[in-house]
């Protein structure tokens, strides 16, 4: 067993199919409890990582460890602590809702009654109550959605892998999934590793992620070290009651204040030492007689870091 | 292996292949009537005459302890009961796993339902185990079941005329008794590695298909007297079954694993 801090651990981790790689020795650790976040365009190997965590393809070389678990010797366990969602969502349409997860919950060991009350709270928080008996080849994709949901969830994994989870959810049904996926974070300390293409939910969810493009990890850790990191600046914009063209002069004459601008009563500017620019700058203005509306910093999103990242833009 | 687990992808698969598909049901509940009673009743009363027929140029190995006594028509004709009866109740393990493991192997990659199945905590035997044992039941019941029947319905006719059960004779109940399981599990291997090549139902059990040629060549063989239906050639039949068997059962296993599987996809 190796220490609890980190609930995954790749160690090099790489897979060939037919000496074609689709995982290039990525490695990295997600802390037990976080929600992880896997990005990167298609064919990039976010599907593959999924499978190798899973336990359901083997590495051609390197190793993972789940929760001390490594891949190499013990990956029957890691699939009991495992649940997954993948990307076809994978049901019996021959089945009712139900009948799939009676399925599932007794391959994972769940034994009634314990088996009836996680398949009765399940079906009742995705609202399937109604259709528990209906053959799930007759449902929506959004319902698929949400049966598939409640089988990677119904033997309370320790570790939950999610490709697309929220793909056909409607928004009502997606938020209410992410509050779930929140709470399963915070109070089970479940940890969740999200594959996905909807990068605004992801920065909604997720505090840390991996960008992956042709298989390799381009950058790895928290979102908002990562912006820091990738653009080195923070941009702030300065809200006036009046932009008077002294207070021009003043913004461009504090030193660490770069590439100024000025758009109607607001003022645009960079920095690296936010700590130290803003009070100087914020001070020379007032004292000034400048009436200083708002001060906010210009937020960069998590697609703005992606595209820089997978296309240098 | 953990027994529990693979009844439980066993009783899924029931339900979900044999319960719900109206091919197999019907093959299920139609097979036993028409081959096990329909078809060796009417092949018993109508072939009754040649019992008293001349028939001449026939070597046919005792098949009972009262064969002399009989004519050789009376030989002949139980020699055709039970080859016929045989056959038609030998089909029946084969064809019955070629849909069922079809829908269980094949199906499973077409509706791409494996990678949750997959990814848990299963191992690939009991999986393999599981699946096997979902076209074993029901095969083994029908057959079991219409042989049953075929005895009942065969010996109403025979025995009134001859005064003994002149069906099964022994080496008949030999083929029934170890053969049918033997053809059965083969069946299931034979599709394993079929549907390890296709990724179609229908085309899983249009090649499997093929499975029956061995019945067929031990029936034509008997037909065009080439060898004789003797406890001799049934053990050697059994004996190349058991071969058969025990190599498409290593082939399968190094098939039947998840890796290749999920590759597949």
Redesign the interface.
């Given at each position: 067993m190796a220490s609890n801090r980190f609930a995954v651990v790749l160690d090099g981790l790489t897979k060939r199919?037919n000496g074609k790689i689709a995982v290039d020795h990525n490695s990295y650790e997600i802390e037990e409890g976080v929600i992880f976040g896997l990005l990167g365009p298609n064919g990039a190997g976010k599907t593959t990582t999924i499978?190798l965590l899973?336990?359901?393809?083997?590495p051609s070389e390197g190793d993972a460890e789940v929760y001390g678990y490594r891949l190499s010797n013990d990956v029957?366990?890691i699939?009991?602590i495992?649940g997954?969602l993948?990307e076809?969502r994978?049901?019996?349409?021959?089945?009712t809702a139900q009948?799939n997860l009676e399925?599932?919950g007794?391959?994972?060991?769940v034994e009634p009654p314990e088996l009836n009350e996680r398949i009765e709270s399940l079906l009742s928080f995705l609202d399937l109550q109604d259709v528990r008996n209906t053959f799930v080849g007759k449902f929506s994709m959004g319902m698929r959605q949400k049966v598939a949901l409640a089988?990677?969830l119904i033997h309370q994994p320790k570790l939950l892998l999610l490709d697309e989870p929220t793909s056909n959810l409607d928004p009502v049904m997606s938020a209410k999934f992410k509050e779930y996926i929140k709470e399963l974070s915070r109070d089970l300390k479940t940890t969740i590793l999200i594959s996905s293409h909807h990068l605004a939910e992801v920065e909604n969810l997720c505090s840390k992620i991996a960008v992956i493009n042709n298989g390799r990890v381009i950058s790895v850790g928290d979102i908002n070290e990562l912006k820091r990191r990738i653009w080195g600046y923070r941009e702030f914009e300065i809200r006036l009651l009046e932009l008077k063209p002294d207070f021009k002069k003043i913004v461009e004459s504090i030193s660490g204040v770069s590439d100024v601008r000025y758009t109607g009563n607001k003022i645009f500017y960079r920095c690296v030492d936010a700590d130290k620019v803003n009070p100087s700058l914020i001070k020379a203005l007032v004292q000034a007689n400048a009436e200083i509306i708002s001060l906010n910093e210009v937020e960069r999103t998590l697609e703005d870091l992606y595209m820089k990242l997978i296309r240098g833009e | 292996m953990r027994f529990r687990?693979s009844m439980?992808?066993a009783r899924?698969e029931f339900?979900?292949?044999v319960l719900?598909s109206r091919l197999i049901l019907s093959m299920i509940y139609v097979l036993p009537v028409v081959f096990g009673v329909v078809m060796p009743c009417v092949l018993a009363w109508i072939s009754l005459p040649m019992i008293w027929a001349p028939i001449t140029g026939y070597s046919i190995p005792p098949l009972t302890d009262n064969w002399w006594l009989i004519p050789p028509g009376g030989q002949f004709y139980i020699f055709f009961i039970n080859l016929y009866a045989g056959l038609l109740n030998l089909v029946q393990p084969l064809m019955i796993p070629v849909y069922i493991a079809a829908d269980s192997f094949a199906g499973e990659k077409e509706?791409?339902?494996?990678?949750?199945?997959?990814?848990?905590?299963?191992?690939d035997f009991e999986l393999l185990f599981g699946k096997a044992l979902t076209s074993l039941i029901p095969a083994l019941t029908v057959s079991f079941l219409s042989i049953s029947l075929s005895i009942i319905a065969v010996n109403i006719i025979g025995f009134q005329v001859f005064g003994f059960i002149i069906y099964p004779v022994v080496p008949i109940l030999l083929l029934y008794i170890i053969g049918v399981p033997l053809m059965s599990l083969l069946t299931v291997f034979a599709m394993v590695l079929i549907s390890s090549k296709v990724n179609r139902v229908r085309e899983a059990s249009q090649v499997g298909g093929v499975v029956i040629t061995p019945v067929l060549i031990l029936f034509f063989t008997q037909i065009f007297g080439v060898v004789e239906l003797s406890m001799v050639t049934v053990t050697i039949y059994i004996l190349v079954l058991i071969l058969t068997v025990a190599c498409l059962m290593f082939a399968s296993l190094k098939v039947f694993n998840?890796?290749r599987l999920?590759?597949m996809i």
């Open positions: 199919f499978r899973s336990g359901v393809l083997e029957n366990i699939r009991s495992v997954v993948p076809n994978a049901l019996y349409d021959r089945l009948e399925f599932y007794r391959l994972y060991g089988r990677a | 687990v439980i992808v899924k339900k979900e292949i719900r509706r791409k339902t494996l990678e949750p199945v997959l990814a848990a905590p299963i191992t998840r890796r999920i590759e």
